[in-house]
């Protein structure tokens, strides 16, 4: 009986035994995970402080606006604007998103409120997730627990972002981000419509 081996089974035994380039392999097989890893770590904190600012900057000119006496003047929302810049800072809010004020009013009683008066600065794009001037409030974006009583008001600001990532992929190219507050006034409702707000 034969025991020669032919030379394509002795290259196909050489081949099972090699170790060679083996760590090589392995290290490419892993690499588009650690890749992934390491700009998640660097994206998601970045992320997170932008909601932070979002989060932020609604509250805060919701609740400056509230601190106003009527008329609310074109000099008073020009300020709070700037002040919404600064708290988005290094976020650049009047060139990426959009801050909208809006007034609700229930001057009639019963089912009569609806949005007085609106003012914005920013991106014209993003427009009020509420409804339109003098619409009654989209339920959407604004619950049923908080419609005001008559000649009573609700202030509300909106504010989006456009999140572009640093490392964009076709997992995540980029949002644009929402957040919304509400407050009530704290002298006077704010029944006088603004002027024409500018966006500093």
């Known amino acids: 009986m034969s025991t020669h081996t032919s030379p394509t089974r002795r ?6 035994r090699d170790r060679r380039g083996v ?5 490419a097989l892993i690499l588009p995970i650690l890749a992934l890893l390491a700009l998640g770590c660097f994206e998601v904190p970045r ?6 600012r979002l989060e932020r900057a609604s509250s805060g000119v919701s609740d400056l606006v509230a601190q106003a006496d009527d008329p609310i003047t074109v000099n008073q929302l020009t300020d709070i604007f700037s002040a919404a810049q600064i708290m988005m800072q290094p976020y650049d809010i009047k060139n990426s998103g ?11 009683g019963g089912t009569g409120v609806k ?6 600065c920013g991106v014209a794009a993003n427009t009020s997730k509420l409804g339109s001037v003098n619409a009654t409030p989209s339920g959407a ?14 202030l509300v600001a909106e504010v989006y972002f456009a999140y572009t990532p640093v490392f964009r992929t076709y997992i995540f190219p ?6 919304i507050a509400y ?6 409702n704010l029944i006088t419509t603004p002027g024409t707000v500018r966006c500093p």
């Open 174 to 179: 980029g949002a644009t981000l929402y957040t």
């Open 11 to 16: 290259l196909i035994g050489r081949f099972r």
């Open 115 to 120: 949005n007085t008066w609106r003012v914005s």
């Open 141 to 154: 974006v604004f619950p049923a627990a908080l419609s005001p009583a008559l000649d009573n008001e609700v």
């Open 183 to 188: 407050t009530r006034p704290r002298n006077h």
């Open 23 to 27: 760590a090589a392999i392995e290290f």
């Open 47 to 52: 992320y997170v402080l932008l909601w932070q």
């Open 98 to 108: 959009t801050i909208i004020v809006t007034s609700i009013n229930n001057p009639t």
